[in-house]
């Protein structure tokens, strides 16, 4: 028992054909780890926008998905959500300053990664931003992540136990598949998405639909 109640998430349908892609998931797959009974609802763009007028007249300051209702109160933004989830739960926060600073700037450091991948593949997406993308941004931000696990001697972002900004990596790995992940070429990160999956919820959730 998660000890929340009358949880609810709301994000958009961003592709009908991958349901997974944006960052609603990252809440979903915290939620789901957490083995937390939550309702989610997802809007297409017409529907959002009737959504958001209605958190306007609710005094919702530039409301933006993914956000949630946690037994009758909103709470938004997608970094912040996965923080208050950490501290109601009472795990996958760091345990020390150290540690908090240190999942802040990685959740910043995946944040600005998903925008170059943004930009690549939809916002401003030309031969040559991809071409530049592919061979030089996308290897050395995988290079990065598989030392930054390294760092830590693994499996996960602070080693053995995992925070709320793994939930972020795994689903920033997932949306972006440029580079094919080998035990021979990213151990670290191989390692990483293995014990991630091997989680016994997460090995539940990522065998379903996903829908």
């Known amino acids: 028992m998660s000890g929340l109640k009358n949880v609810k998430l709301y994000y958009t349908i961003f592709m009908k054909d991958r349901p997974t892609m944006g960052r609603g998931e990252n809440i979903r797959l915290l939620l789901e780890d957490a083995g937390v009974d939550f309702e989610y609802i997802r809007f297409t763009p017409e529907q959002w926008t009737e959504e958001k007028q209605k958190l306007l007249t609710q005094n919702v300051r530039e409301p933006t998905v993914p956000y ?3 037994d009758g ?11 208050v989830l950490s501290r109601k739960l009472g795990k996958y926060d760091g345990e020390n300053e150290d540690e908090v600073h240190l999942l802040d700037a990685y959740t910043d450091m995946i944040n600005d990664w998903g925008t170059k991948w943004g930009n690549a593949y939809f916002h ?7 071409k530049t993308y592919k061979e030089v941004t996308c290897p050395a ?12 001697n693994g499996p996960f972002l602070l080693g053995e136990r995992i925070s709320y900004a793994d939930f972020v990596l795994f689903h920033m790995l997932e949306d972006d598949p440029t580079v094919k992940i080998t035990v021979e070429t990213h151990p670290n990160l191989y390692n990483f998405m293995e014990a ?16």
């Open 73 to 83: 109160k909103y709470y938004g933004k997608n970094m912040p959500l996965l923080r």
């Open 196 to 211: 991630f999956k091997n989680r016994p919820n997460m090995r539940k959730y990522l065998t379903s639909d996903r829908l």
């Open 141 to 152: 931000i995988f290079k990065t992540w598989d030392a930054i696990i390294s760092d830590s």
């Open 68 to 70: 949630m209702f946690i």
């Open 124 to 130: 401003n997406h030309t031969e040559e931003n991809m």
